[in-house]
């Protein structure tokens, strides 16, 4: 049982640029939710999919944020002419239903630095 | 709007000894409700839940019982061990999507 996957791992960008990070879920799962975390802090809710389409978007997810799912399988998002305040933890979770709520599944992240 | 408020850390406790960490949240409707631990250098892992009034979730001689009257979900554990030391959340899942929010965490620091 393989569980959620995210690459890379950590990502180090120079402020400006455009990064791109990719979640594979849980196969059977699908549900797939994107967070961001910042130190100290909870994860935060940017965005969900059901199977491709995408349902849900945190006001959080400015226009300089896209998640796609185009096959219902990974996942991507994408941030355009990164900033410094997006330096955080970008969380990618996938869930099932199992005794009677959806029970999310996290990866172990993606780091962003942004100089 | 839905939010979650978690007892500042960190905690720092003696090993066996009693754990409580609370939890105490704001939503519309019935959510439900989880805690999460994020070991030191790991990701998050569904701890427990409870979907609905008065249930207990319990898992690893964790325990949290959904209280709707207190609005409260907080963690308690009899005996604790140094394996024990990690960041806590309590979060709750609201809508269709069942979309978590999160507690800021609560540190627990457990030693010999």
């Known amino acids: 049982d393989t569980g959620v996957s995210q690459n890379p791992r950590h990502k180090i960008t120079k402020r400006g640029q455009n990064v791109t990070f990719r979640c594979d879920p849980i196969?059977?799962?699908?549900?797939l939710y994107w967070y961001r975390q910042t130190l100290g802090q909870g994860p935060e809710f940017l965005t969900y999919?059901?199977?491709?389409?995408?349902?849900?978007k945190s006001r959080l997810l400015s226009d300089r944020f896209s998640a796609e799912r185009p096959k219902g399988s990974f996942s991507t998002l994408e941030i355009q002419r990164t900033e410094q305040g997006d330096s955080a933890m970008y969380l990618c979770?996938?869930?099932?239903?199992?005794?009677?709520?959806?029970?999310?599944?996290f990866g172990p992240g993606t780091r962003l630095t942004v100089t | 709007g839905d939010s979650v408020t978690q007892m500042e850390g960190p905690v720092t406790l003696s090993e066996e000894a009693f754990l409580t960490i609370n939890c105490t949240y704001t939503a519309t409707g019935y959510p439900s409700l989880f805690w999460y631990v994020q070991y030191p250098g790991e990701g998050l892992q569904l701890l427990l839940k409870a979907t609905k009034a008065d249930d207990k979730g319990s898992n690893k001689g964790f325990e949290a019982t959904y209280r709707k009257e207190t609005t409260s979900f907080h963690l308690e554990k009899g005996s604790v061990q140094v394996s024990d030391s990690a960041v806590y959340f309590c979060a709750l899942g609201t809508g269709g999507g069942n979309k978590l929010t999160f507690g800021t965490g609560t540190q627990l620091k457990v030693e010999l």
């Open positions: 196969s059977e799962h699908n549900r």
């Open positions: 999919f059901q199977n491709e389409a995408q349902l849900e």
């Open positions: 979770a996938s869930s099932s239903y199992r005794g009677a709520t959806y029970e999310q599944y």
